[in-house]
């Protein structure tokens, strides 16, 4: 077991950048999915909620969050359906 591996989820958690990643990460491949499936999004802006639409969706440049994850390999991919 490497030794990242072996942190505490308090070491962890106290320490932030490997959650901050996973955040960063998390939301990056959600705006990319959205794009991809044609979803608008909606956010905070000016104290109202806005809906912006796919096209209008901006990924952020972030080498560190989505490269090598699932999304990211599958470019266009719907998601799976959920089996009951």
Request: overall charge negative.
């Amino acid at each position: 077991m490497d030794p990242e591996t072996q942190r505490s989820v308090g070491e962890i958690f106290s320490e932030g950048s490997l959650v901050d990643s996973a955040l960063a990460q998390a939301a990056r491949e959600s705006l990319l999915l959205h794009k991809r499936l044609g979803l608008p999004i909606a956010v905070w802006r000016d104290g109202a909620v806005v809906w912006v639409p796919p096209e209008e969706i901006e990924i952020p440049n972030d080498a560190a969050a989505g490269e090598g994850s699932a999304t990211h390999r599958r470019a266009g991919a719907a998601p799976e359906p959920h089996s009951t």
